[in-house]
């Protein structure tokens, strides 16, 4: 059983910022998509920043402009820089994987980290 792991996550009040790391404890070059989701309270689980195969990044609307992924293949993890935050950003975050394996999708999820954005 591959599990993530996720770092970083906090109580910060708005307009700071924050940046989330996940660990991969297998090698990213073999993965097809990495990123980060997340879900708030009484909502569905929701994608944030997903890069495919290293090239294409996609950022939901809500975070355009003020979060940023990255990675680092050389020690196998990824981060989630999050500026101007607020507080529709409260949320649980969760580190994702998949990797395709005989036509098949297999995904990885952390055990998610809180990031909480309150005055």
């Known amino acids: 059983q591959v599990q993530l792991l996720e770092s970083g996550g906090g109580l910060v009040q708005p307009g700071e910022s924050l940046t989330l790391s996940c660990s991969i404890p297998?090698?990213?070059?073999?993965?097809?998509?990495m990123g980060w989701y997340r879900q708030a309270p009484g909502k569905e689980r929701e994608s944030v920043a997903i890069?495919?195969?290293?090239?294409?990044?996609t950022y939901a609307d809500s975070v355009k402009g003020r979060f940023v992924i990255s990675t680092d293949n050389a020690k196998n993890m990824i981060y989630l820089q999050m500026m101007s935050l607020k507080a529709d950003d409260t949320a649980v975050y969760y580190c994702?994987?998949?990797?395709?394996?005989?036509?098949?999708?297999?995904?990885?999820w952390g055990q998610g980290t809180q990031v909480t954005v309150s005055s």
């Open positions: 890069t495919i195969s290293g090239r294409q990044t």
């Open positions: 297998i090698s990213m070059y073999s993965l097809n998509a």
């Open positions: 994702y994987a998949d990797q395709l394996y005989l036509g098949k999708q297999i995904k990885y």
